[in-house]
């Protein structure tokens, strides 16, 4: 039976550590599904200490954009993260917030018909101050609202606050 877990909350909060003990918690070989680019060196380290700290018992796959691709039939699969993905089809569509939300909102939809069990980690981004910067705008709309699609389609959301899961919606 298809079930949707949202996860989101502030940079740092313990969003994919809580995330990655539910998956656990939920199946013994959970799918890690990666959604970012790797864009510079930093990044690409982060990403391999993150990859180390998760055990063998992790089915790793990296997918930028089209998570539909795979097939999680039947599985526990861990999306992290929803801000990464996003960013993907926001620069690949230039910046065209309603094209990108469109694009996003219909691979969610095709990848979620699966029968899975999906926890999604997401950014609050939009918590802090109005960017003076027109594109960072432009971003944090397009996250808010595809935050706002995934939170009214799962089943359960919870908001990270300094490592504690709050639930939202159960």
């Not at 990666?34 to 700290?53: G, L, N, Y």
């Not at 089209?66 to 996003?86: A, F, K, Q």
């Not at 620069?91 to 309603?98: G, I, K, Q, R």
Request: with cysteine; charged share 25%; net charge negative.
């Amino acid at each position: 039976m298809k079930h949707i877990i949202l996860i989101t909350g502030g940079q740092r909060s313990g969003k994919s550590s809580y995330a990655e003990k539910l998956a656990l918690n939920l199946s013994p070989r959970p799918v890690y599904m990666a959604t970012s680019r790797i864009w510079d060196e930093e990044f690409r380290q982060r990403v391999i200490r993150h990859q180390e700290k998760r055990g063998p018992e992790w089915t790793n796959i990296e997918e930028d954009k089209e998570l539909s691709r795979h097939s999680v039939e039947g599985r526990v699969v861990l999306i992290d993260c929803v801000t990464l993905w996003c960013t993907n089809f926001f620069f690949d569509l230039d910046a065209e917030v309603d094209t990108a939300l469109q694009a996003v909102k219909q691979e969610f939809d095709r990848f979620t018909q699966q029968d899975a069990t999906f926890i999604f980690v997401t950014n609050e981004i939009g918590s802090g101050a109005v960017s003076e910067n027109t594109i960072q705008r432009r971003f944090t709309d397009l996250q808010g609202w595809m935050n706002q699609y995934i939170a009214s389609k799962a089943n359960q959301v919870y908001l990270m606050v300094s490592g504690i899961p709050v639930p939202v919606k159960q």
